[in-house]
């Protein structure tokens, strides 16, 4: 009987049913109920995804919010995808805020389905995110994943886990979101000071700390920005997976970018214009950048480092190395694209030498990664899309070399 709120959704599980008769079974079950009720019940309308016919939910929130004297809170799924890689809304149901509600609120859900095992902090990303998207008509965010449940831990390895759940291992992630959500202008001294507090360390070491997760935090992203994807299970940039499988060479060269601002490798090489793009020899470049400022900040404080943060040190070199993996298989793609069309035998060079370099990277990755987790860690992204996530299937990034040595076999063998 005191129950404050409650949410629904009219889209999964009812296909077949026309949109009318969704609205309705709304209408006349929940909204119905809250009317009974005879009291003020929050409401959370998740959005149908309905396309055009987003305008009849629409009027019927509009309608029943004056009639009802309610609060109802529409929850949109940013970008239509589930990944956090974005800091500027592509949605294309803009029907619900064109012209902007006064009768209800939006709420964004900003999944992560991009990181679940390796630390990760982006103050700079959640704070441009919120500017970027916190309009009037936006009352919050829900933040979180679906392909992870964070209870108890089960990637690390026992011997270094002194928590008990994995929510416990992403505090930075739940912090900056949390913090930064209640008050995008929260200084950076705030996080900082945590860091110390947790592991030992003066301030200044755990600021220099901070700014190199910020900037090795840009790594998930950045694969999330280049490589189509569409829905739940169908991209995990930690894992370098896409559709179930690892992103291989041909792969990265012909998939189209997430982020229509940049472009990718196969029609930067057939000569298209970008346009206001960013051009993916630029991008890759950008990516190095990124790792080693991130791996310099670090190194400048490394060996002050107390044993307690050596988890957070690992996993900033296990971004490192990601992400340089990342830029030179980029690098590699243009060149081995470019061979493919024009015979050119430099190219066919350039692209085994920085894919080669790629493997070298993977290595290291290897290394950061397997230092502290487990070998063989459940991944729901692993499941065929379709049938539903397998949760048998076991991820290691050593499983993955023989693969990345095949990219460099493709050069060759071009």
């Known amino acids: 009987p005191n129950i404050g709120g409650i949410g629904w959704e009219l889209a999964e599980a009812m296909n077949g049913i026309s949109i009318p008769d969704r609205i309705n079974y709304g209408n006349t079950k929940y909204f119905g109920a809250v009317a009974r009720a005879n009291r003020s019940v929050s409401i959370i309308y998740r959005d149908p995804q309905l396309g055009k016919d987003a305008s009849q939910v629409r009027k019927t929130m509009e309608e029943m919010s004056e009639k009802l004297k309610i609060p109802i809170y529409l929850q949109v799924k940013f970008d239509l995808l589930v990944h956090s890689g974005s800091d500027s809304s592509n949605t294309t149901t803009k029907i619900y805020w064109d012209p902007p509600p006064t009768k209800y609120k939006v709420t964004w859900m900003v999944r992560n389905e991009d990181f679940f095992f390796l630390r990760w902090g982006g103050s700079d990303f959640i704070k441009r995110h919120i500017a970027n998207n916190g309009f009037d008509w936006v009352a919050g965010y829900v933040t979180g994943s679906e392909g992870l449940i964070p209870a108890l831990e089960y990637a690390e390895q026992k011997k270094y886990q002194t928590w008990n759940f994995m929510f416990e291992r992403q505090w930075l992630f739940y912090m900056q979101w949390g913090r930064l959500l209640y008050d995008p202008n929260t200084s950076s001294d705030v996080f900082a000071q945590k860091f110390a507090s947790k592991y030992g360390t003066t301030l200044d070491v755990a600021s220099t700390m901070l700014q190199a997760i910020d900037q090795v935090g840009t790594v998930p992203l950045s694969i999330v920005r280049f490589v189509e994807s569409q829905s739940d299970f169908t991209l995990h940039s930690e894992a370098f997976i896409a559709h179930s499988k690892f992103i291989t060479i041909d792969t990265l060269i012909a998939s189209p970018t997430l982020d229509p601002l940049l472009q990718n490798i196969q029609k930067f090489v057939d000569g298209d214009s970008p346009g206001n793009a960013q051009t993916p020899d630029l991008f890759a470049l950008e990516v190095e950048k990124n790792c080693s400022s991130g791996l310099a900040l670090l190194n400048k404080v490394r060996s002050s480092l107390p044993a307690s943060a050596h988890l957070e040190v690992a996993d900033i070199d296990s971004w490192v190395a990601l992400g340089r993996y990342f830029s030179s298989k980029i690098n590699g793609g243009i060149a081995l694209a470019k061979y493919r069309k024009n015979g050119d035998k430099d190219e066919k060079t350039k692209a085994v030498n920085y894919l080669t370099q790629a493997l070298d990277q ?36 050593s499983d993955q070399i023989e693969l990345v040595k095949k990219d460099i076999q493709t050069a060759q063998t071009a």
Do not use: C, F, M
């Open 362 to 397: 993977w290595q290291n990755l290897v290394n950061a990664t397997e230092s502290h987790l487990r070998v063989g860690i459940n991944l729901l992204d692993l499941g065929a899309r379709g049938t539903g996530p397998n949760e048998n299937k076991k991820y290691a990034w």
